[in-house]
């Protein structure tokens, strides 16, 4: 298959563009930079695209069969000034937007494009469990996350089968939210980060890769799909399970005034509560390999 790829360098990008290679499909990657084009020495090509200006090299997308879209700034890169909520909301929605839009225009347009969102949708919802048809929140990622979502519309309205993974905290030792836990609880000084009473939604990388390979053949699924393990924790129990783990005391708990000292207005997602189940990838038959987060924790620190 012959599949396109936004955001190929980030965490679960680049794992997914070395499995989809590993096992003999092509892989188009979406750049922004003039010198990262033509073939990789991995077996991809990389084509141009300006998602800002809305250019892509339509011609670049010749032949794509399946397009999985993942680019965005970091949510949690720096702190929440108003500049970068802007760059958080941009680089999703104009991204995603002049995607659907060069895909929709093409003469023979992608089966599948899988378009990115996050367990962040629902906004903050307690210990309630949520599923794919709780309704939006109202809070800034929310509200980011319903738009992300529309500006997919093009693609859909094409006869583009559009499907949205909602991703939670995806664990891994290579990058995000692991990457900087990790190194302090081997140190011995992790801890709980608030109350710990918050539900974290999670998924192990290795899971993240198999659900969206999954969708790109899963024809039966459209539209919105959580992909986060099916037992979410909260935030005391990850911490307990990543003491257990690494054979280290956990016993620096961070107050949530000090979160908000430290992270501004991006507190209120680490000590926000998210408790996402899979309920339409499990109906689909999907299997998780790391149901459970001393699974996913072991496997994360493993890879």
Known sequence: MRIAVTGSTGLIGSALVRSLLADGHQVVRLVRRSSALGPHP?????IGWNPARGELDRAGLAGVEAVVHLAGAGVADRRWTDAYKREIRDSRVLATRTL??????????????VSASAVGYYGQTGDRVIDEST????????RVCVDWEAAAVPAREAG?????PRTGLVLSNRGGAGARLFPLFKLGLGGRLGSGRQYWSFVSLADEVAALRFLLTADQ?????????????????LTAALGRVLGRPTPFPVPEFALKLALGEMAVEVAGSHRAVPAALLAAGFEFRHPEVEQALRAALAD
């Open 160 to 164: 583009i089968r559009v499907v949205h």
């Open 42 to 46: 991995d077996g991809s090509t990389a």
């Open 221 to 237: 699924l459209a539209g919105p799909v959580n992909l986060a393990a099916p037992n979410p924790v909260t935030n005391a129990e």
């Open 100 to 113: 659907a839009t060069a895909l929709a225009e093409l003469a023979q347009p992608p089966a599948v494009l």
């Open 135 to 142: 309704p939006a929140g109202t809070d800034f990622l929310a």
